[in-house]
């Protein structure tokens, strides 16, 4: 291969969606460069989706044979080992031709070369890539020493410049991927001996969030904690909903749905304003309700026909308004509708709950003791149990006391999950009293799986209500009607 081809690598054009220019925060900016390592020395081309997957770190120095760089590159060298056990991949870059890169690879430091590498040497021969991280020095056509540090999604989330004459420290580049790594808050002079400070228990009345100011806690719940805040931007108070950091996919999976729920305009769904990430924190801007749960309704006095009639018909209406667009809830509970001064009902946290089940995401149950298991969980609150070693249990996510057949049995929620859990509070509305009352979650789940619960409870129903209610809780969910037929014969 000729050094003409190789040299031109670098000059070939972005994809027309690529980021060209280097920000913390945004996707790194696109590279394709032809490398050389002491142990391959034939060239072959690197590209930064190459490294997708783990953490890449480019290290830019001036040139090859500089008495500058070579105790700098040889001491990152001397710790590979650190950086491949944080998964990260290392790639030297400079202006050097690859042939000029095995000269200096095979020359002993005596005779001024660097000597054995154990990390490859990119070519970047006109600056290219070193112009769109911002590392040029066009008076002396050398890239100034700078280090990126780009994340597993491809996201460039550190950045240094050194003057030419200024080192880099390994032991802060490893803290600082620890740091990043870690996921919280890390101070200056961090190490992972502290442990990470969580953002989240940091907000008190009067923090500032972005243009957000808490004003109070409202709740806490298994997806995250509820603020009332005040939106400085648009002048108004708002429900803000704190996300549990569980990872990143599982955080970035999360935002998403609840993006898609945003979509959602409809009087009994609550209203979502924005969907947004600040301070490392992701949150939901959303309506500020005023009112008490249903829960709350339910356990402080009866409900007369007509409020109970009002009830059901504004929980089946938002339901069908969010299935309409393909959005499900997963787990419907009185703990998540809300009831206006006005008797109508409001849902809560549509398309958070199934997509934290298919992340994977552990949810701790309330007032658990941590182990994660039904055994320590309580019937009205949201769980997620990994499947026991014994197979006793499957991968189980919802709450037992509104939880479908199908998702005892590990299955994922669906549309006619949303039908069932509803048909629960429709009995519950009725009666005054839950439709799965057993003592314990691990006694619920197993009468989930092996009872018919449309049966058991349909002889507790008043007649009248019976056509309605007792098909929502059909064992199979395939023999359910859809949300929308209960509407219909809701109205």
Not at 122 to 147: C, F, H, I, S
Not at 414 to 435: C, K, N, Q
Request: aromatic share 6%.
């Amino acid at each position: 291969m000729s050094g003409l081809k190789i040299e031109s690598a670098a000059l070939r054009m972005d994809p027309p969606h690529a980021v060209t220019f280097a920000q913390v925060g945004h996707p790194a900016p696109h590279f394709e460069m032809f490398i050389v390592s002491s142990d391959e020395t034939d060239a072959r081309l690197r590209r930064l989706a190459d490294g997708l997957g783990t953490w890449q770190i480019l290290l830019f120095y001036p040139r090859d044979f500089s008495f500058v760089c070579p105790t700098e590159l040889t001491a990152f060298s001397a710790r590979i080992e650190e950086f491949r056990l944080r998964d990260c991949d290392v790639l030297g870059v400079s202006v050097d031709s690859i042939e000029m890169h095995r000269e200096w690879l095979s020359t002993p430091p005596r005779e001024g070369g660097l000597g054995p590498l154990r990390y490859p040497l990119a070519a970047d021969p006109v600056g290219e890539v070193a112009r769109r991280y911002g590392v040029w020095d066009a008076e002396k056509e050398v890239a100034l020493r700078g280090l990126f540090i780009i994340d597993p999604q491809g996201v460039l989330q550190y950045s240094v410049v050194h003057n030419l004459s200024v080192g880099r420290s390994t032991d802060e580049i490893l803290r600082v991927i620890d740091a990043l790594q870690a996921g919280g808050l890390c101070p200056a002079g961090w190490t992972r001996a502290d442990g990470q400070l969580d953002p989240e228990s940091l907000l008190r009345p009067g923090t500032a969030l972005g243009h957000y100011r808490i004003r109070k806690q409202l709740g806490a719940g298994s997806f995250g904690n509820v603020f009332e805040a005040w939106d400085s931007r648009l002048e108004r108070p708002v429900a803000l909903k704190i996300l549990h950091a569980n990872g990143a996919h599982a955080r970035s999976v999360a935002m998403h749905e609840a993006r898609a729920a945003a979509r959602l305009n409809h009087p009994n769904v609550c209203t979502i304003y924005s969907v947004d990430e600040e301070d490392g924190l992701p949150m939901i801007a959303m309506e500020l309700l005023d009112g008490p749960s249903l829960a709350v309704l339910l356990s402080q006095r009866p409900l007369d026909e007509s409020q109970m009639l009002q009830l059901m018909q504004g929980l089946a209406a938002g339901a069908a308004a969010a299935h309409q667009q393909g959005i499900l809830h997963g787990d419907l509970k009185p703990a998540n509708i809300v009831v206006g001064s006005n008797g109508q009902p409001k849902i809560l946290d549509f398309g958070l709950s199934t997509r934290r089940q298919s992340t994977g995401a552990f949810v701790r149950p309330a007032a658990s003791d941590g182990h994660g298991d039904l055994s320590h969980a309580y019937a009205d609150s949201t769980v997620l149990v990994a499947a026991q070693e014994d197979g006793q249990f499957p991968t189980i996510s919802g709450t037992p006391a509104y939880m479908s057949p199908e998702q005892a049995t590990g299955q994922a929620a669906g549309p006619a999950s949303d039908v069932f859990a509803l048909g629960l509070i429709f009995y519950e509305l009725v009666t005054g009293r839950r439709g799965l009352d057993d003592s314990s979650p691990v006694a619920i789940v197993v009468r989930l799986q092996n009872d018919d619960i449309a049966t058991d409870l349909n002889a507790q129903l008043p007649a009248r209500w019976q056509p309605l209610i007792t098909p929502m809780l059909d064992r199979f969910p395939a023999n359910r009607p859809e949300i929308s037929k209960v509407v219909e014969q809701l109205s």
